[in-house]
């Protein structure tokens, strides 16, 4: 049995790196320890040498999970134990990592803007990925944004071919085979090399039409955060090197990605009983996702006996809301949030002086940010269904211009059976504030007055430091301190204000995460197993209040504390089973009392459990997710109470003799459900989630 074939059976679960195999071993199945990430460092590191919870999904899964029409945040969901499950949707709100906000990467630049749309993980697709590193806990080596860790999704690239083709079509479809629910996918890349250059270009386009539940009713869309039901994705990839000589390279990346929706349904607004989709929707300017990015690398392994890295970026966040609800004397107005991000970045990885038979590096470089975000709104006037607009058009909070500078080091140290992290990042961050026209003096009154802008300014020192003691070349133990911060949401705050409001009475500062965690991970030819522990606090709440659909800040202490682990038994060449199991509990301080955050910001319990058979020519995997109930929060008038549930897939591929041909029925059991992001955050009555799916693809490389 090949080493591909067995790594389609071994879940990247916990915290544990399992996925990268030893080239070497005559044993299949032996972990690579050594296999590196650049994710938690920004330089290469070996997994066994980083003092943290660090997971690597790799093409293969991500192949084996990504049926015709799911999502980026469908597959975390499912394999990131520390994370929420999926909204089903447009959006990832609510799924936070660790109980915190996570911080997004695409090729190593950062998604998050200081506008929050939690629309990250909506911004490729999964066919344009290579492999995706999971740092979960807080971490400063980026940035603001990273309080609960960090998700760098890795698109793919030429891998040393000449000339090579890759195509893949895929069909989707409802339990009930019904035409209008189909989804549709086609996927092509081509790459090739001559000479110092190499290239890969890729373009995937996905078409999705309507859903349904396990009762065989069409689902209505969710109108706060978008839902996924006739949309059309297109994701176009570029990617283009050029070896200046065998250390140096230059890089460019090209991305423009869109999901448009354009439906003619609607949740039927009169209905209070029971979430209907109803037809009639009259709507020209409908929910999308629009991101443009342009990436421009460069690296040089052997500069004075150094390796550098220089990263600049521009990227374009665009997305579009729904015209949702009606504001006071503004009526109802649509939502159109734009952000403009421009960056550099350098790192350069020096080798330390060895001292006896210890040896180490620094890591030590600066980054450089520039954001521009603006939200406009246009007025709608209803009727029933139809919606037109009026030509008035509102500032949904102030323009933003938010530049961040930072210096950084990370040093690393082995030192016998031990390896030894520490660092310090320190970053100053000036944001400034325009006049605007108060949208709050609108909703309240219908008059326009001008809210006097201003300039905020932060600045923080962070630190972190952990050790990974070796037990042997099988198992580590591993003990973590790391601090993380992320910045309010300041265009969201100002949205309700008057324009008497002063600004500098908003209690705006920046949001700082301590974070530990203490684990254990081990490998041996049939067994993997893992287990963190971990705490994060901070002084500062802010979450989004599902009952007053408002969001608060709020200077109280906040505490998560949870505990994640996965085993995974290879009991024969062909057979294989395991599981996951992760448990957070959230709680911020109130008078002094302690009570349960809800469940936007805390996942109810997680189970996942698996089985998997492979032979030379096909694999089959049955995988099961049991989401628990959750009342802690709604006893303490917090939030709400979360009915779990449970869900089961079956997932396969068979190699043809040519191309391969990979299916999947997810929901087997055709369970009618409401997911957790209903339940958590969405206006009653709740709809439901999809009920049994199927999809099936043929993919050839050629």
Do not use: C
Not at 74 to 100: E, H, K, Y
Not at 198 to 203: C, F, G, I
Not at 397 to 405: F, Q
Request: no cysteine; proline share 3%; hydrophobic share 35%.
């Amino acid at each position: 049995m090949t080493r591909t074939k067995l790594s389609l059976l071994i879940p990247l679960l916990g915290s544990f790196s399992a996925p990268t195999w030893a080239e070497e071993t005559e044993q299949p199945g032996t972990l690579n320890m050594q296999a590196t990430v650049v994710s938690a460092t920004r330089s290469e590191a070996s997994i066994a040498s980083i003092p943290g919870s660090v997971q690597v999904i790799d093409e293969q899964q991500i192949r084996e999970q990504s049926g015709t029409g799911r999502r980026v945040a469908d597959i975390l969901g499912q394999l990131v134990p520390g994370l929420a499950p999926s909204s089903g949707g447009m959006s990832n709100f609510g799924q936070t990592l660790r109980g915190r906000n996570m911080l997004v990467l695409i090729d190593g630049v950062s998604q998050n803007a200081t506008r929050d749309n939690f629309r990250q993980l909506n911004s490729i697709s999964p066919a344009s990925i290579e492999r995706i590193e999971v740092v979960s806990g807080a971490s400063s080596i980026y940035g603001a944004g990273a309080s609960g860790g960090i998700i760098n999704i890795i698109t793919k690239r030429n891998q040393g071919q000449d000339l090579a083709f890759s195509s893949k079509l895929g069909l989707g479809s409802g339990n009930n085979l019904n035409p209008k629910g189909f989804a549709y996918e086609a996927f092509q890349s081509a790459t090739g090399r001559q000479d110092a250059l190499d290239w890969y270009v890729s373009a995937d386009l996905i078409q999705r039409n309507d859903q349904f539940d396990g009762n065989g009713k069409r689902i209505p869309q969710d109108t706060s955060q978008g839902s996924n039901m006739d949309t059309e994705t297109y994701d176009l990839q570029g990617r283009f090197g050029y070896e200046l000589d065998a250390d140096k390279k230059l890089n460019l990346l090209l991305q423009d990605y869109k999901d448009q929706q354009d439906t003619d349904y609607t949740k039927d607004p009169k209905n209070r009983q029971e979430a209907v989709a109803i037809k009639g929707l009259k709507l020209d300017d409908q929910p999308y996702t629009h991101n443009q990015a342009v990436n421009l690398n460069y690296t040089d392994k052997d500069l004075y006996g150094q390796g550098l890295v220089v990263e600049s970026y521009w990227r374009r966040a665009d997305a579009l809301f729904f015209p949702d609800l009606a504001r006071g004397k503004a009526g109802v107005s649509d939502n159109n949030s734009v952000q403009d991000v421009y960056g550099l970045r350098a790192a350069i990885d020096s080798p330390l002086p060895s001292i006896g038979d210890a040896t180490g590096n620094l890591v030590w470089g600066a980054d450089y940010d520039h954001e521009r975000s603006r939200q406009r709104g246009d007025q709608y006037k209803v009727n029933g269904l139809s919606y037109s607009k009026t030509g008035a058009t509102f500032e949904l909070g102030p323009d933003i211009e938010t530049t961040t500078k930072a210096l950084f080091g990370q040093m690393s140290w082995d030192i016998a059976d031990w390896t030894l992290r520490g660092g310090i990042r320190r970053e100053w961050i000036e944001s400034e504030v325009a006049d605007s026209i108060a949208y709050g003096e609108i909703v309240q009154t219908g008059k326009r007055s001008t809210l006097p802008g201003d300039t905020l300014n932060y600045d923080d020192t962070l630190y972190n430091l952990g050790a990974v003691y070796h037990l042997s070349e099988n198992q580590d133990l591993f003990a973590n301190f790391s601090q993380g911060f992320s910045l309010p949401d300041i265009q969201r705050f100002m949205r309700d204000v008057s324009s008497t409001f002063n600004i500098q009475s908003l209690n705006a500062q920046a949001i700082k995460v301590d974070s530990y965690e203490l684990g254990w991970r081990g490998t041996w030819d049939q067994w993997q197993a893992d287990v963190t522990v971990y705490e994060n606090t901070s002084d500062v709440t802010q979450f989004f209040d599902a009952n007053d659909r408002v969001l608060r800040l709020i200077n109280q202490k906040e505490r998560v504390r949870g505990i994640e682990n996965s085993l995974t038994y290879r009991a024969t060449d062909h057979w294989s089973v395991g599981g996951t199991y992760a448990w957070a509990k959230g709680e911020t301080e109130q008078n002094g009392k302690w009570i349960d955050l809800p469940a936007t910001r805390i996942s109810p319990a997680k189970t996942t459990l698996f089985v998997g058979y492979t032979e030379d020519d096909y694999s089959l995997r049955l995988q099961g997710m049991h989401l628990s109930s959750y009342d802690a929060a709604a006893k303490d008038n917090n939030g709400r109470d979360i009915e779990g549930y449970t869900l089961v897939d079956m997932l396969g591929s068979v190699e043809l003799p040519v191309g391969r041909l990979e299916g999947g029925v997810y929901n087997l059991t055709n369970r009618t459900y409401q997911n957790l992001f209903a339940q958590a955050n969405a206006r009653a009555p709740f709809a439901n989630a999809e009920g049994r799916t199927l999809s099936v693809s043929y993919s050839v490389d050629w």
